[in-house]
């Protein structure tokens, strides 16, 4: 670049034409009028030269885009703790980290003395049950036949329907351990408790060893359901209002391949944060990131894409910045090029929209590449 500026320096002060043509006596059919100081003057041949391109200004549908950042994420509802029913000793670990599992699925198997009652137990109920019953229906036999005393009758329904609701619940009590009331009640009883999995996924970690006590609280191992990764993305207070559930998410990994993603906005949380004065955008990924390996806490940049409008655009090598201002240069003949400012809007697929702030510049062609030539001819110019 330091090179071609040379040559373009160069190329003006030797060709006839040139920023400034105050300095000596107008060349033929030229005016003596002095030229203005935003702009520039180049023959079609330094133009070819330096590879200045000129063409009009396009009509374009450009979306107003925000660029954030954030990292995937995992809802509550797609991780999981996996704990103990039961006090115990860790008798079998079934699974390896990073295996997949459904929910349901035994990961382990803890011992524990007290379920070996609970069973006795409700072979007991079922037994004494059955003992109701029988009184039950020989009460009910009895007052048929006329035979029967009504006190009776109505102390053996309670006491059956007692029975009956000891039976119903010790046995959701085995259930809900995973043992089975069936075999509970045929003497067959288990010394260990299953410990299951709360949801289908990926075993991130396995936190005990065969022979681990577990106490009140004891997490074996954690689940994540990686599928179900959203992307949460930071965006300051100042876009909020612009975001809208809906919206079209491109997100892009941070690894060697910038693996890019497509998202929608879901949601924006209802609370912002005091210290970066943002808020958290949350985008569900569309296919969920099939085919990719994708990890909690991965970190992602994104553009959230705020509705497409027709608009003026250019191509992003015309405009050329300068104490934090947008121009670019229009043609005001063959060889006159004039610095005028704009306002940049939206910037998509290697175009950005422009408004211009001075109405004459309106429909005239401009510079489409290399305009930082010609801002630096100016600033060469500038410091003479």
């Given amino acids: 670049m330091t090179k071609n500026r040379i040559l373009l320096a160069a190329l003006v002060l030797l060709l006839p034409l040139s920023c400034n043509r105050s300095g000596g006596e107008p060349a033929d059919g030229e005016s003596s009028a002095p030229a203005a100081e935003d702009t520039v003057f180049l023959t079609p041949v330094q133009q070819a030269t330096v590879g200045i391109t000129v063409g009009p200004v396009e009509r374009r549908v450009l979306s107003e885009t925000i660029p954030t950042s954030g990292s995937l994420k995992l809802s509550p509802q797609a991780r999981a703790d996996v704990t103990s029913l039961v006090n115990?000793?860790?008798r079998t670990i079934l699974i390896k980290e990073g295996e997949s599992v459904k929910a349901g699925a035994t990961l382990a198997l803890v011992e524990n003395t007290e379920i070996v009652s609970l069973q006795k137990d409700y072979l007991i109920a079922t037994r004494q049950a059955e003992?109701?019953?029988d009184a039950l229906e020989r009460e009910q036999g009895l007052r048929e036949k006329g035979a029967g005393v009504e006190k009776n009758l109505r102390q053996a329904e309670a006491r059956y329907r007692m029975d009956e609701s000891t039976v119903r619940g010790i046995r959701q009590q085995l259930v809900q351990l995973g043992l089975s009331p069936e075999n509970a009640a045929e003497g067959r009883f288990s010394g260990t408790v299953p410990v299951r999995a709360p949801i289908s996924g990926v075993v991130g970690e396995v936190f005990v060893s065969t022979g681990s006590w577990l106490g009140d609280g004891t997490v074996l191992m954690k689940i994540y359901d990686n599928k179900a990764l959203h992307a949460d993305l930071n965006v300051f207070e100042a876009d909020i209002a612009r975001i809208v559930p809906g919206q079209r998410v491109t997100l892009r990994l941070s690894d060697k391949t910038r693996t890019g993603l497509e998202g929608e906005v879901s949601f924006i949380?209802?609370?912002?944060?005091?210290?970066?004065?943002?808020?958290?955008?949350?985008?569900?990924?569309?296919g969920g990131g099939s085919g990719l390996t994708?990890?909690?806490?991965?970190?992602?940049?994104?553009?959230i894409e705020c509705g497409a409008n027709a608009c003026d655009a250019v191509p992003d090598?015309?405009?050329?910045?300068?104490?934090?201002?947008?121009?670019?240069f229009v043609c005001d003949g063959e060889d006159s090029f004039r610095k005028v400012e704009v306002v940049p809007l939206a910037q998509q697929m290697g175009y950005t929209g422009i408004a211009f702030l001075d109405p004459s510049a309106e429909g005239k062609d401009v510079v489409t590449s290399k305009a930082f030539y010609l801002e630096s001819v100016l600033a060469d110019h500038g410091e003479e």
Avoid: Q, W
């Fill in 88 to 90: 115990g000793k860790v």
């Fill in 131 to 133: 003992l109701s019953a």
């Fill in 269 to 286: 949380t209802a609370a912002m944060d005091p210290a970066s004065k943002s808020a958290t955008v949350h985008v569900e990924l569309k």
């Fill in 294 to 303: 994708l990890l909690p806490n991965m970190f992602v940049s994104a553009v």
């Fill in 317 to 328: 090598d015309a405009i050329v910045m300068k104490a934090g201002r947008s121009y670019v």
